[in-house]
């Protein structure tokens, strides 16, 4: 029987999360699910390409009166005292995939994606207005049996301190062989321990040997993170970035069906 689940993949700028979360929606559709790829990412805009789609979605913050209109509701709420992490900003209490609104969620092949918002002027401002919406939005999105969301996180830990991650029930961290990488996986260790998702694993991505995936997994094991996957360095996903054009599907996908059991059975 098959299981609903919210999947949040973050980690460092350029470690590859978008990579990870195209082909995991692959593998999760050829087994015979029902895709939602969240991209709550506010400044990577290749998502939708790697995926297939020629144009993004109209992101969800238009829904609400944009950036602008988000923000004003903010302020209204802060003056009243209200803490951002509490702050709701959409009318629904239950959200249904089916009940999107068709200009916000486009598909192609049983994977659907929905686009938050972007930043896309200089001077903007900070991106707390994507934040509030991403976890509002993952925590009233009702998925059923067959549905599994993987939502593509900014880089970096700030999301955990908007609370995003208390809205999804599995994180994916990805870590590419650098210092910096393994030092960020353990912070979104932490900070997700104190979200209350308790299920955090490393997924280990761009490995161009055998001998650094080891190094790398007994660096993150002696942390106490756990790996549950790993993806070599390929020339195809390293042109599909570079060029912008969709990840060929049977890309690393012995790797990734690995992965997706270990989820599976998780």
């Known amino acids: 029987k ?24 692959n593998e999760f559709r050829v087994r015979g699910y029902r ?41 209204v709420r802060f ?12 009318s629904q209490d239950r959200i249904l995939v089916k009940d999107i609104p068709p200009q916000h969620i486009i598909q192609r092949d049983g994977i659907r ?24 939005f993952l925590r009233k999105v009702v998925l059923e049996a067959d549905e599994v969301a993987i939502v593509d996180m900014e880089a970096g830990v700030e999301h955990f301190g908007r609370g995003v991650e208390t809205s999804v029930d599995r994180v994916l961290v990805i870590v590419e062989p650098s210092f ?16 209350g998702v308790s299920n955090t694993w490393a997924v280990l991505n761009k490995l161009n040997s055998d001998e650094i995936a080891t190094r790398l997994r007994k660096e993150l094991e002696k942390r106490g993170m756990e790996v549950i996957g790993t993806v ?15 990840l060929d599907e049977n890309t690393a996908s012995e790797e990734i069906k690995i992965l997706v059991n270990n989820l599976l059975q998780k």
Do not use: W
């Open 180 to 195: 910096e990488s393994i030092e960020l996986a353990m912070k979104v260790k932490e900070l997700a321990a104190g979200a």
């Open 232 to 246: 070599p360095y390929s020339p195809q996903i390293f042109d599909a970035c570079l060029e912008g054009h969709k």
């Open 113 to 136: 994606l929905l686009n938050i918002g972007k930043i896309l002027h200089s001077l903007e401002g900070c991106a707390c207005p994507m934040g509030v919406l991403s976890r509002e």
């Open 79 to 90: 003056s009243s005292g209200e803490a951002e992490v509490k702050m709701e900003v959409l």
């Open 2 to 25: 098959k299981g609903s689940m919210k999947i949040s993949v973050c980690g460092k700028g350029g470690a590859g999360k978008s990579v990870i979360v195209t082909l995991l929606a």
């Open 35 to 75: 895709v939602l790829v969240v991209d709550s990412d506010e400044s990577n805009s290749s998502l939708y390409r790697i995926l297939g789609f020629d144009h993004p979605p109209v992101p969800l913050m238009e829904l609400v009166g944009g950036k602008r209109g988000l923000k004003d509701k903010m302020a």
